[in-house]
Nanobody
Framework: QVQLVESGGGLVQAGGSLRLSCIAS????????MAWYRQTPGKQRELLAI???????NYADSVKGRFTISRDNAKNTVYLQMNSLNPEDTAVYYC???????????????WGQGTQVTVSS
């Protein structure tokens, strides 16, 4: 009974910025790690950034220094601020979270539906 809904994707010129949002909803008790991935045709889904419940962060080398992951625990929301975008950043961006919900004793992993980011040259 958990859904992740992403928004904020779109078309942007090289050098521009976008801010993605992902809101988790449902009978949520707690959310541990939240992460952003991206995927392009013919490539494996790539982990970009991860943030723990206590806001420890890690980034892939490909986005380090350009992207910033953050979260608002009160809103069950994770963000990805993307700066200095280039055409290689074009992909479908996915939200991922480990969630304890309802009567579950364990964490379960959930994916968002993805949002398209297109960076023009």
């Amino acid at each position: 009974q958990v859904q992740l809904v992403e928004s904020g994707g779109g078309l942007v010129q090289a050098g521009g910025s976008l801010r993605l949002s992902c809101i988790a909803s449902g009978s949520i008790v707690s959310i541990e790690n939240m992460a952003w991935y991206r995927q392009t045709p013919g490539k494996q889904r790539e982990l970009l950034a991860i943030i723990s419940r206590l806001e420890t962060t890690n980034y892939a080398d490909s986005v380090k220094g350009r992207f910033t992951i953050s979260r608002d625990n009160a809103k069950n929301t994770v963000y990805l601020q993307m700066n200095s975008l280039n055409p290689e950043d074009t992909a479908v961006y996915y939200c991922n979270a480990d969630v304890r919900a309802g009567q579950d004793f364990i964490l379960r992993n959930y994916w968002g539906q993805g949002t398209q980011v297109t960076v023009s040259s």
